[in-house]
């Protein structure tokens, strides 16, 4: 045992407050300078995290705390990365659930500490937000406890300790009646508590966690040593799960974590948790170990995909224009790079070699994953995204989502009926406090594509809905799709204002005056069941004959922008979503009217 470290994870529900609680750890541990200025979320470092205030990947930090290093890890808190959260845990002795004093347990809640008790990780509960004036701090500790009880934990883990929280204002207290100045029962209860890490006799063996890629350094592999010494400039092999070697190199480079830093040392003994670089070939769930090892670390399998998208290469006559990597060479390298160090997505080609299957766990992840993609330069066309059937003794099986929403009580009926008519099927209804009800469905996946929008605009954005993978079950049937159709360009060229103007009867805009257009792009939404072609560039008839009154100038309604998420939800199965660097458009995949209506007579020859 390392009497002189502690390692643990900080879990909990999105906006839980888990990366605000590291930032006063770092401050109050002394592990910045008096004077060192700290970004806000410090340890959300990626432009997309701190735009969209979210964690995304899994991180390492490290303060020291009455001579013990306590090694701390900030995990991602939405479902769609629940594959970091699992990785992480193989890496900890104890875990920090982090619950709102207000909200209490929520769905991730659920997911992340079903993964740390299977694990056998006792958790330290910290009730945050403690300071609201809707904080209800006991009756969600009550909540936590039944939660526990109901997720089979054990006597050892039913009896965690609660310390009472916040995380913006920095205290943490054991009673909600003591004094609020600072963090230290928190620090003093995770050295108590938190075992030390167990270390094996024999030669160096770690197990690799998470990857990164280094302009410099190469692949970087983190994990924690399980046993033995690693030291730099060591030859080293490398084994995956089965204990076949993969390759052997020389560590380059050992780095420890140091607060908000990553040092060079030049070893590191068991219970460490280190980053090595010099690897060209492991990646996540491989051994690393001495050329002396023979047995391979067991390594926890991730949960499987729940849905797919297709990548393909974008075909528009826009193409090129915006964007610098445009092949499918490009495009294959970045998506198989990306399933390397991401291992909760999967990575087909297609059968004509021109497109890639991309699974993943929800629309965010694999949303996530596009916006990175367009920000480096790639143009891409996604198709909608579909769900991953299971066929299993001759019946067909589609995911379940456990969908909880927390809703004003006047707008229960409207979500109610939505969430039917997806042939979702309510489980609970209870009321959760300010006139507020939180109902709990089981809905299939491919019901909830594209819902959220519509959620938003039902409950006039007040409602929120979190969703969690609850298991497969049988078919459910048919699901209504969009019952609208769209408002396809014509023609190719720059929108016209008074073309508009005669087009906003026919439904709602996407586009504004000047924005380029192609033939088959989509411009609009009809307001009418079928899809209708116009000419959006069509301009004023001008004469030399005197009109009798003035020229009316034209007033637009502001179009309907979307975001891509919203954009990827929206598209039915013969339509596409066109993402360069600079734009997301909306298309038909035949853009050709006459190839669409040739595709339509085939599919109803078929059906018929």
């Given at each position: 045992?390392?009497a ?7 879990i909990?529900?999105?906006d839980h ?10 401050r109050q541990s002394?592990a ?5 200025q700290m970004a806000?979320?410090?340890m959300?470092s990626?432009d997309?995290e701190r735009e969209?205030?979210?964690t ?6 490290s303060?020291?705390?009455?001579g013990v290093r306590l090694n701390?890890v900030?995990?991602?808190?939405h ?6 959260v699992?990785?992480i845990?193989?890496?900890v ?7 709102d ?5 929520m769905p991730?809640?659920k997911f992340v500490t079903?993964k740390?008790?299977?694990h056998?990780?006792k958790?330290?509960v910290?009730?945050?937000k403690?300071?609201?004036a809707?904080a ?9 406890f039944?939660?526990?009880?109901a997720l089979?934990a054990?006597d050892e883990q039913l009896d965690f300790?609660?310390?009472f929280a ?10 909600p009646?003591a004094p609020r100045?600072n963090?230290?029962?928190?620090f003093?209860m ?11 006799e ?6 690799a966690?998470?990857?990164?890629a ?7 592999l ?5 046993s033995?010494t690693a030291?730099m ?11 076949k070697?993969?390759?052997r190199a020389?560590?380059?480079k050992?780095?420890a974590?140091r607060?908000?830093?990553r040092v060079?040392v030049e ?11 010099g690897l ?9 170990c001495?050329l002396?090892?023979?047995a391979?670390?067991p390594s926890?399998?991730?949960?499987p995909?729940?849905?797919a ?9 826009f ?11 490009m495009?294959r390298a970045r998506l198989l790079r990306?399933a ?5 997505i999967r990575?087909?080609e297609?059968?004509d ?7 993943g766990?929800g629309?965010l992840?694999?949303g996530?994953l596009?916006e990175?993609?367009?920000r480096?330069?790639?143009?891409l066309?996604?198709s909608r995204p579909?769900?991953?059937?299971k066929?299993?003794?001759?019946q ?5 989502e ?5 809703v004003?009580?006047?707008f229960t009926?409207v979500v109610?009926?939505?969430?039917s008519?997806?042939?979702a099927e309510?489980?609970?209804m209870?009321p ?6 939180r ?8 019901g909830l ?7 938003l ?5 007040t409602g929120?809905?979190f969703?969690l993978?609850?298991?497969y ?8 799709g969009r ?17 508009l103007w ?5 439904g ?5 005056p000047?924005t380029p257009?192609y033939?088959g ?6 307001s009418?069941?079928n899809d209708?072609?116009?000419n959006p ?7 030399n004959m005197?009109a009798s009154?003035k020229?009316?100038a034209?007033r637009?309604?502001p179009?309907?922008r979307?975001?891509?998420e919203?954009?990827l939800?929206?598209?039915e ?6 993402v360069?660097?600079t734009s997301?458009r909306?298309?038909?995949r035949?853009?050709d009217p ?5 595709e ?9």
């Amino acid at each position: 045992m390392r009497a002189d470290l502690r390692n643990l994870a900080i879990i909990a529900h999105v906006d839980h407050g888990k990366t605000t609680l590291v930032d006063q750890l770092l401050r109050q541990s002394g592990a910045l300078r008096a004077n060192q200025q700290m970004a806000e979320r410090a340890m959300d470092s990626n432009d997309l995290e701190r735009e969209r205030g979210i964690t995304i990947l899994a991180k390492c930090t490290s303060v020291e705390w009455k001579g013990v290093r306590l090694n701390i890890v900030d995990t991602p808190g939405h479902a769609d990365f629940g594959g970091e959260v699992e990785r992480i845990l193989s890496m900890v002795d104890g875990v920090l659930l982090l619950v709102d004093a207000a909200e209490g347990p929520m769905p991730q809640t659920k997911f992340v500490t079903m993964k740390a008790l299977a694990h056998g990780l006792k958790p330290i509960v910290v009730i945050n937000k403690a300071d609201k004036a809707e904080a209800r701090p006991y009756e969600v500790q009550d909540e936590v406890f039944d939660l526990f009880g109901a997720l089979d934990a054990s006597d050892e883990q039913l009896d965690f300790p609660t310390l009472f929280a916040s995380a913006k204002q920095g205290w943490a207290i054991a009673e909600p009646d003591a004094p609020r100045e600072n963090m230290d029962a928190l620090f003093d209860m995770i050295v108590a508590r938190v075992p030390a890490p167990a270390t094996e006799e024999g030669p160096f063996r770690m197990l690799a966690t998470t990857l990164e890629a280094d302009p410099f350094l190469g692949r970087i592999l983190t994990g924690r040593i399980l046993s033995g010494t690693a030291r730099m400039n060591s030859t080293v092999k490398s084994m995956n799960r089965h204990g076949k070697e993969l390759e052997r190199a020389r560590l380059t480079k050992l780095l420890a974590f140091r607060g908000l830093e990553r040092v060079a040392v030049e070893e590191a003994s068991a219970g460490d948790i280190v980053a090595i670089a010099g690897l060209a070939h492991t990646t996540v769930a491989d051994t690393i170990c001495d050329l002396s090892a023979d047995a391979a670390i067991p390594s926890q399998p991730i949960d499987p995909p729940t849905l797919a998208m297709t990548f393909q290469v974008n075909d528009s006559p826009f193409a090129g224009r915006e964007g610098d990597k445009v092949t499918s060479r490009m495009i294959r390298a970045r998506l198989l790079r990306e399933a390397e160090g991401n291992v909760a997505i999967r990575i087909s080609e297609t059968a004509d070699k021109d497109a890639f299957e991309v699974a993943g766990r929800g629309e965010l992840q694999l949303g996530v994953l596009i916006e990175n993609m367009r920000r480096e330069g790639y143009e891409l066309s996604i198709s909608r995204p579909r769900v991953l059937f299971k066929t299993e003794n001759g019946q067909r099986l589609e995911p379940i989502e456990e969908v909880q929403v927390d809703v004003d009580e006047e707008f229960t009926g409207v979500v109610v009926e939505k969430m039917s008519q997806r042939k979702a099927e309510l489980q609970e209804m209870r009321p959760s406090g300010g006139g507020k009800q939180r109902l709990v469905f089981h809905a299939p996946a491919r019901g909830l594509i594209g819902y959220h929008g519509e959620f938003l605009t039902d409950t006039r954005g007040t409602g929120i809905m979190f969703r969690l993978f609850h298991a497969y079950a049988p078919y459910k049937g048919p699901i209504p799709g969009r019952r609208n159709g769209v408002l396809i360009s014509n023609a190719t060229g720059d929108v016209v204002a008074y073309a508009l103007w005669n087009l906003e009867e026919r439904g709602q805009i996407f586009v504004e005056p000047g924005t380029p257009v192609y033939e088959g792009m989509i411009i609009g939404e009809h307001s009418r069941g079928n899809d209708l072609e116009v000419n959006p560039l069509k301009a004023k008839q001008l004469t030399n004959m005197r009109a009798s009154g003035k020229d009316e100038a034209v007033r637009l309604t502001p179009p309907r922008r979307f975001a891509l998420e919203q954009a990827l939800a929206y598209i039915e199965d013969e339509e596409l979503v066109e993402v360069t660097p600079t734009s997301i458009r909306l298309r038909k995949r035949l853009l050709d009217p006459h190839d669409r209506k040739k595709e339509l007579r085939r599919r109803d020859a078929e059906a018929g």
